[in-house]
């Protein structure tokens, strides 16, 4: 196998509509789940504050997940090819305007689940941020081979939780969420169009 063949030859690639559509039900899903689970739940959905020093943490935060990332990109075999089969088969078919919604859609409805829900539901503590961070991390998950993908995504939900946990604000995540995916996809999409 080459560096750029993918894992699976069975998987089809998925057209732009599908993908923005398949974006669109799951954060539909996550918010159905999340509304659910404050529905029937006892606790309160953690709160979002509009600050400056929450957009600056989000922004710290969405940097050095950027870093990390490109750092693990460049040493880690397994995982670069693991993370360029799943940004290739959801990003190759996208438009440039299209990434926006890379970075709204998961950051929003993701945050609102993960860190807004679950958090307070399993304790708002340091075991419910490991809990949630490798629900999160399972969420990314399209095969079996995507093993180091889904060890990356869970290392970002956790750190994502403990944004929550230390600020007590889920505009953090949501922030260095959004950025995260957008500079990600962007940059990933430059480098694989040239």
């Known amino acids: 196998m080459t560096k750029k063949q993918s894992f699976d030859p069975n998987i089809q690639p998925l057209s732009r509509t599908q993908i923005l559509i398949a974006m669109g039900v799951t954060a539909l899903l996550l918010l159905i ?14 709160h979002v504050q509009f600050t400056v020093t929450a957009l600056l943490h989000g922004f710290g935060i969405a940097l050095t997940i950027a870093i990390a990332s490109w750092v693990v990109y460049r040493l880690w075999s397994r995982y670069r090819r693991s993370a360029d ?19 709204l859609l998961p950051g929003l409805s993701e945050e609102l689940l993960f860190r807004g829900v679950m958090l307070p539901a399993f304790g708002f503590n340091l075991a419910a941020v490991i809990v949630s961070g490798i629900c999160f991390g399972v969420l990314h998950l ?20 403990c944004s929550a946990l230390y600020t007590g604000n889920l505009l953090v995540p949501i922030v260095a969420h959004i950025l995260t995916n957008l500079v990600s996809s962007y940059f990933w999409k430059w480098e694989h169009s040239r």
Do not use: R
């Open 142 to 161: 399209s095969s079996a081979e995507q093993w180091p993908y889904v060890v990356w995504a869970t290392a970002v939900g956790i750190l994502l939780g």
């Open 33 to 46: 789940v999340s509304k659910l689970w404050l529905q029937f739940g006892n606790f309160d959905l953690l």
């Open 85 to 103: 089969f799943y940004l290739e088969l959801v990003l190759k078919p996208l438009h440039w305007a299209d990434l926006i919604w890379i970075g």
